[in-house]
């Protein structure tokens, strides 16, 4: 494997659905482009195209990768690795060391069953959410979405090699009878699901049926991703249609049976906010006494740009990052516990310096419209930082 800071493995192993059309991208990390406006340089393919990873755009790509070059579909792996953060190509490259750079194999798939949710977190928008239709035909006076669910019969290409595949959403867990569906035709084609890893990003608010339970531990292995974004009224209040007694109870139900599933790594991946972010120090010291087995992921909004922390007031931000560079009051369970949290706590101190590039105006604007809409208040959560916002 070229020994390049750009190389990625996933153009020559991976596809990747979306939710809100039929178009197939390298990974899940690709940047998705809405209503007609994707740049020159993105790959354009759709899932009507017989062989999505040859088409000549793929093909382009991987030539890119072989030639060290960076591209603009890489930014959001390109930026973590300034960090020196650990990111989806790291893990792709890690995943797929041994193959051969002379074929593309589709050894990894990410089948994303439709925007079917039950939450319409404040970052989403109706592509991932059929719960934000509604808002959004308010707020805009249409939507460019409509529900989409999709089948077992949507999904005709050829997994006869692929060892790794996550299903998501929308919420992924209210369509668990495609899940099992998908799972039992791969059996059937195999005689077995032993050489898949089974991977399920989730909201964490459906539990997983008995029928699902018995395929997931005829795996090799199960990843699974539960998007949690705080503690009670928090998570709540970002992820509206949240409810937080009903997500612990499936959190801590996962945490007692990872121990039962076939080589298993679970953990919270969390939304970082300027709704939430005041909350991390709080949110990371719950997870590590309650829910220790877990491990600690996360990302900056990108989405709804006006709601990234750096756009924040100044002196908020300074008070933060005190607050988060003097974190105390926790014990990690090992040193990758550590690790995570010491690359997710540099994400996180690396946007709050980083200078707002949007005004308050927006920010009040998105806070505002929404809050009057669902009837909730951001001054309820976190008066501190709504006085701050509003009062400037």
Same mark, same amino acid.
């Given at each position: 494997?070229?020994?390049?800071?750009?190389?990625?493995?996933?153009?020559?192993? &991976? *596809?990747?659905?979306?939710?809100?059309?039929?178009? #197939?991208?390298?990974?899940?990390?690709?940047?998705?482009?809405?209503?007609?406006?994707?740049?020159?340089?993105?790959?354009?393919?759709? !899932?009507?195209?017989?062989?999505?990873?040859?088409?000549?755009?793929?093909?382009?790509?991987?030539?890119?990768?072989?030639?060290?070059?960076?591209?603009?579909?890489?930014?959001?792996? =390109?930026?973590?690795?300034?960090?020196?953060?650990?990111?989806?190509? !790291?893990?792709?490259?890690?995943?797929?060391?041994?193959?051969?750079?002379?074929?593309?194999?589709? /050894?990894?798939?990410? *089948?994303?069953? $439709?925007?079917?949710?039950?939450?319409?977190?404040?970052?989403?928008?109706?592509?991932?959410?059929?719960?934000?239709?509604?808002?959004?035909?308010?707020?805009?006076?249409?939507?460019?979405?409509?529900?989409?669910? /999709?089948?077992?019969?949507?999904?005709?290409?050829?997994? &006869?090699?692929?060892?790794?595949?996550?299903?998501?959403?929308?919420?992924?867990?209210?369509?668990?009878?495609?899940?099992?569906?998908?799972?039992?035709?791969?059996?059937?084609?195999?005689?077995?699901?032993?050489?898949?890893?089974?991977?399920?990003?989730?909201?964490?608010?459906?539990?997983?049926?008995?029928?699902?339970?018995?395929?997931?531990?005829?795996? /090799?292995?199960?990843?699974?991703?539960?998007?949690?974004?705080?503690?009670?009224? #928090?998570? =709540?209040?970002?992820?509206?249609?949240?409810?937080?007694?009903?997500?612990?109870?499936?959190?801590?139900?996962?945490? !007692?049976?990872?121990?039962?599933?076939?080589?298993?790594?679970?953990?919270?991946?969390?939304?970082?906010?300027? *709704?939430?972010?005041?909350?991390?120090?709080?949110?990371? /010291?719950? #997870?590590?006494?309650?829910?220790?087995?877990?491990?600690?992921?996360?990302?900056? #909004?990108? !989405?709804?740009?006006?709601?990234?922390?750096?756009?924040?007031?100044?002196?908020?931000?300074?008070?933060?990052?005190?607050?988060?560079?003097?974190?105390? $009051?926790?014990?990690?369970?090992?040193?990758?516990?550590?690790?995570?949290?010491?690359?997710?706590?540099?994400?996180?101190?690396?946007?709050?310096?980083?200078?707002?590039?949007?005004?308050?105006?927006?920010?009040?604007?998105?806070?505002?419209?929404?809050?009057?809409?669902?009837?909730?208040?951001?001054?309820?959560?976190?008066?501190?930082?709504?006085?701050?916002?509003?009062?400037?």
């Amino acid at each position: 494997m070229p020994n390049v800071n750009h190389f990625c493995m996933a153009p020559f192993t &991976s *596809l990747s659905y979306t939710s809100w059309s039929n178009n #197939v991208k390298p990974c899940c990390q690709w940047p998705d482009f809405r209503d007609g406006n994707a740049p020159s340089w993105d790959l354009g393919i759709v !899932d009507t195209y017989p062989d999505p990873l040859n088409h000549p755009n793929m093909e382009a790509l991987r030539q890119t990768m072989l030639s060290g070059k960076s591209h603009p579909g890489c930014s959001r792996c =390109d930026y973590k690795s300034s960090l020196g953060i650990n990111s989806a190509r !790291d893990n792709s490259n890690q995943l797929f060391h041994n193959h051969n750079t002379a074929t593309a194999l589709l /050894r990894s798939i990410e *089948l994303n069953l $439709g925007n079917l949710c039950n939450m319409k977190c404040r970052m989403c928008n109706s592509g991932n959410s059929s719960r934000w239709i509604e808002d959004e035909i308010v707020l805009k006076g249409k939507s460019h979405r409509k529900l989409m669910r /999709r089948s077992i019969d949507d999904f005709t290409m050829d997994m &006869s090699h692929v060892e790794f595949l996550r299903f998501v959403g929308g919420e992924p867990l209210l369509e668990q009878k495609t899940i099992i569906a998908v799972l039992n035709k791969i059996q059937r084609d195999r005689g077995s699901l032993k050489d898949l890893d089974l991977a399920i990003t989730t909201n964490a608010s459906v539990a997983i049926e008995d029928a699902l339970l018995s395929l997931i531990s005829d795996c /090799r292995a199960f990843l699974l991703d539960a998007s949690t974004d705080g503690i009670g009224a #928090v998570n =709540d209040y970002q992820r509206t249609g949240a409810h937080w007694p009903d997500i612990e109870k499936n959190l801590r139900t996962w945490h !007692d049976l990872k121990d039962t599933w076939p080589m298993p790594y679970i953990c919270v991946a969390s939304c970082w906010t300027l *709704l939430n972010v005041h909350h991390f120090p709080e949110f990371i /010291r719950w #997870v590590i006494s309650n829910i220790p087995k877990y491990s600690i992921i996360g990302q900056i #909004v990108i !989405d709804r740009p006006q709601l990234a922390p750096r756009n924040l007031p100044y002196t908020v931000k300074q008070d933060l990052i005190s607050q988060i560079s003097n974190m105390t $009051g926790y014990n990690t369970t090992g040193l990758e516990q550590k690790q995570e949290i010491t690359e997710l706590t540099k994400l996180i101190l690396n946007e709050l310096h980083t200078p707002a590039d949007l005004d308050l105006e927006s920010v009040k604007d998105i806070i505002a419209q929404l809050d009057t809409l669902r009837n909730e208040s951001f001054a309820d959560i976190e008066p501190n930082i709504h006085n701050a916002i509003f009062s400037n």
